[in-house]
C-alpha cells in the first residue's frame, strides 16, 4: 500500500495567518491527491481534488499544489471556521490511503 | 442537499456480528459508486469497502477481507455492511462515503456523519 506522510502533525496560528500542510506520499501518484477536512461530530469534507481542484462549494483561500510524490496544502487567511484536522489521501492506486491527519488550532 | 446517515453502531463483544446501514439522500443514489471508510484513535482513516453502482463488485481492505461484507438496495437508496468476527481493533466510528463518479474513482465527495462501532468484553 502506498503510505502517506503529513507534516506537520499540528499547527497553532492565528486568524489572518497563511497556513501550509505538506503531504508526501511513498510512491509516484502524478496527481490523484485530494484534502479534506474535518471538524469534531461533523462529516468529513472533501476541499480539493486532484491535487489542485478545488471542489465546489469551498472558499477560495484554499488551494492546492503538488504532482509526484509532494503536496501542499494552503490555507491563504485563516478564519474561525477553518480551525479542524485536515486529511490528505491518495486516489492512484488501490486501496486508498489517507495521511495521518495534521490538526490546526488556535494561537 | 446530499445526505448520508449511517446507523447501527453498537457496543459488542469480541468475536460477535453487526449490520451497518446507511441511508442516502439528495441525489440519484443507483449512479454512484459507494464506500465505507473508518476512523481509529490510533490508525487514523482507513478505507475498508467499496461496491460499484450496480452491487455488481466490491473490494475490500485486506485488514477486514472475509469478515466484512458491503452491499447495496437501490430499490431503497441504501448501502449496508455486515460486520463479522468483530476484533477490539474494529473499534471505530464508520463513514458512509459516496465516490465522485459512477465507475469509482476513489474521490470521497460526501460523508456521512458516521456511527460508532466499539467491540469491548
Known amino acids: 500500500d502506498i503510505q502517506m506522510t503529513q507534516s506537520p502533525s499540528s499547527l497553532s496560528a492565528s486568524v489572518g495567518d497563511r497556513v501550509t500542510i505538506t503531504c508526501r506520499a511513498s510512491q509516484y501518484i502524478s496527481t490523484y491527491l485530494n484534502w479534506y477536512q474535518r471538524k469534531p461530530g461533523k462529516a468529513p469534507k472533501l476541499l480539493i481534488y486532484a491535487a489542485s481542484s478545488l471542489q465546489s462549494g469551498v472558499p477560495s483561500r484554499f488551494s492546492g499544489i503538488g504532482s509526484g510524490t509532494a503536496f501542499t496544502l494552503t490555507i491563504s487567511s485563516l478564519q474561525p471556521e477553518d480551525f479542524a484536522t485536515y486529511y490528505c489521501?491518495?486516489?492512484?492506486?488501490?486501496?486508498?490511503?489517507f495521511g495521518q491527519g495534521t490538526k490546526v488550532e488556535i494561537k | 442537499e446530499v445526505r448520508l446517515v449511517e446507523s447501527g453502531g453498537v457496543v459488542v463483544q469480541p468475536g460477535g456480528s453487526l449490520r451497518l446501514s446507511c441511508a442516502a439522500s439528495g441525489f440519484t443514489f443507483d449512479d454512484y459508486t459507494m464506500h465505507w471508510v473508518r476512523q481509529t484513535p490510533g490508525k487514523g482513516l482507513e478505507w475498508v469497502s467499496v461496491i460499484s453502482w450496480d452491487g455488481g463488485s466490491t473490494y475490500y481492505a485486506e485488514s477486514v477481507k472475509g469478515r466484512f461484507t458491503i452491499s447495496r438496495d437501490n430499490s431503497k437508496n441504501s448501502l449496508f455492511l455486515q460486520i463479522t468476527r468483530l476484533r477490539t481493533e474494529d473499534t471505530a466510528f464508520y463513514y458512509c462515503v459516496k465516490d465522485m463518479a459512477m465507475s469509482t474513482s476513489w474521490y470521497f465527495d460526501h460523508w456521512g456523519q458516521g456511527t460508532l462501532v466499539t467491540v469491548s468484553s
Open positions: 489521501q491518495q486516489s492512484y492506486t488501490p486501496p486508498p490511503t
